[in-house]
């Protein structure tokens, strides 16, 4: 067995690959609820994290020549990011659990040696009571960094912070 | 239904720390607390298939409209495996790098370096059924950055990889064999394990080499696998 080649940090000039276009995973027409996912991110002196972007993946709904389900966003200099997409539904997890909806999500940019994963969950759905992952995170408020809150119709807000205080949990996939 | 087969969990010391802290950019910027482990689920073990009609591949980064850039023509070709040896079919690479003299196409590289109006230093192409790959580029120049006194980035180009899940994601960096600058290179040194490091320099080969027109560099590389076929039901 060869063991996995290793990352190395996509570095700050990863915008010459930048399709815009890949921020709205509607734009092949996807149908379902359409949602824009946004948010800021920050580092450990509480500045915007620049020379980033968020790739996003769902599992539902499915990938389709309609729907990617994977889309890609600039991480602009103000930490914010900002994605179009079709809201999830529950997916099954392991054994008989069932998922809540959610969203996984890496973190990329200069200074960040391997992508980080996390996952963006609804507030205000019955299932995150009962959601394999969340239910795993002992602290509410450790929990409450995975959730995105409902700012506006239609607009989920979830920020990401890399270091330090209220810190996002971060995955180990 | 069944339970996803997991992908292995990364062997120990082949990935970089994101706490490393010669590379200053890190400092700030990796969590302070260890990852929650998530067991795989469907959301982990499937992943964006892209097709070459809705990504259109770009295997030839040094034309732009009929004009040819300027430096060392390079072929850059490999094999995508995953841990077992098994091909990675018909998967999308991105690469991007800096031109000849070593100048981002980027409006924050303010190097003191010529820009090439023929290179824009951005490529696209797929793995054929065999995991095979091959892209025709300019060997990037050294550019230094502002990390430590007199520091130089090594020539290297920027290669992204999905493979078949989300688990299986990878950015990482292709090196140059011989390069005296990555003794002093903290990303390249950010990998423990000296295999794994140097597994990221590669190889120059006289096969992918084609006559009266380019050297060959062979960039093989492994993604997550996990050591299991699927049951089928």
């Known amino acids: ?18 399709d815009k276009s890949w921020a709205d995973l509607t734009r092949f027409g996807a149908e379902g609820e359409r949602i824009v996912l946004t948010g800021t991110v920050i580092d450990g002196d509480g500045a915007p994290f620049v020379d980033g972007c968020i790739e996003i993946w769902q599992a539902d709904p499915p990938a389709s020549d309609s729907f990617p389900a994977f889309g890609r966003s600039v991480i602009d200099r103000y930490g914010n990011y900002h994605l179009i997409t079709v809201k999830p539904g529950p997916v099954p997890g392991r054994g ?3 998922q809540a909806p959610h969203i996984a999500i890496n973190v990329m940019g200069r200074g960040l040696m391997h992508h980080l994963v996390t996952r963006a969950y ?25 959730i995105a809150r409902n700012d506006a119709p239609g607009v989920w807000r979830l920020d990401i912070r890399l270091q330090g205080g209220n810190e996002t949990v971060f995955l180990d996939i | 239904m069944s339970d996803p ?10 990935q970089p720390s994101l706490d490393s802290p010669d590379y200053l950019g890190t400092r700030r910027r990796h969590p302070l607390r260890p990852p929650h482990k998530l067991p795989h ?6 992943g964006p298939a892209f097709s070459p009609a809705l990504f259109p591949p770009t295997a030839d980064m040094t034309i732009i409209d009929g004009r040819r850039a300027l430096g060392e023509r390079i072929i850059v070709a490999g094999r995508i495996t995953d841990e077992d040896g098994r091909p990675v079919p018909h998967t999308m690479v991105e690469i991007w790098q800096a031109n000849a003299t070593g100048r981002y196409h980027h409006p924050a ?14 490529g696209r192409v797929f793995t054929d059924a065999d995991g095979r790959y091959k892209v025709v580029t300019i060997r990037p120049g050294a550019y230094p950055w502002p990390n430590h006194k007199n520091a130089w980035r090594p ?8 493979g078949p899940a989300f688990a299986t994601r990878l950015v990482t960096q292709m090196y140059f064999p011989g390069d005296p600058l ?5 990303i390249y040194n950010a990998v423990p394990d000296l295999a794994a490091r140097e597994r990221l320099v590669s190889v120059f080969d006289l096969d992918i080499t084609q006559p009266d027109y380019a050297l060959g560099y062979r960039f093989d590389v492994v993604l997550r696998g996990r050591g299991a076929t699927p049951m089928e039901h």
């Open chain 2, 109 to 122: 590289d303010q190097h003191d370096a010529p820009l090439d109006p023929n290179f824009f230093g951005a």
């Open chain 2, 155 to 162: 020539n290297h180009i920027h290669f992204s990889f999905f």
């Open chain 1, 96 to 98: 008989n659990a069932q």
């Open chain 2, 5 to 14: 087969i997991p992908y292995r969990p990364y062997a120990p010391d082949t």
């Open chain 2, 182 to 186: 990555l003794a002093f290179d903290p």
């Open chain 2, 41 to 46: 689920t469907v959301t982990e073990t499937t």
């Open chain 1, 1 to 18: 067995m060869t063991a996995a080649t290793a990352s190395q940090t996509i570095g700050p000039y990863w915008h010459l690959i930048e």
């Open chain 1, 122 to 146: 609804f507030g205000g759905e019955a299932l995150n009571a009962t959601d394999p992952l969340l239910t795993s995170i002992e602290e509410p408020s450790r929990r409450a960094t995975l």
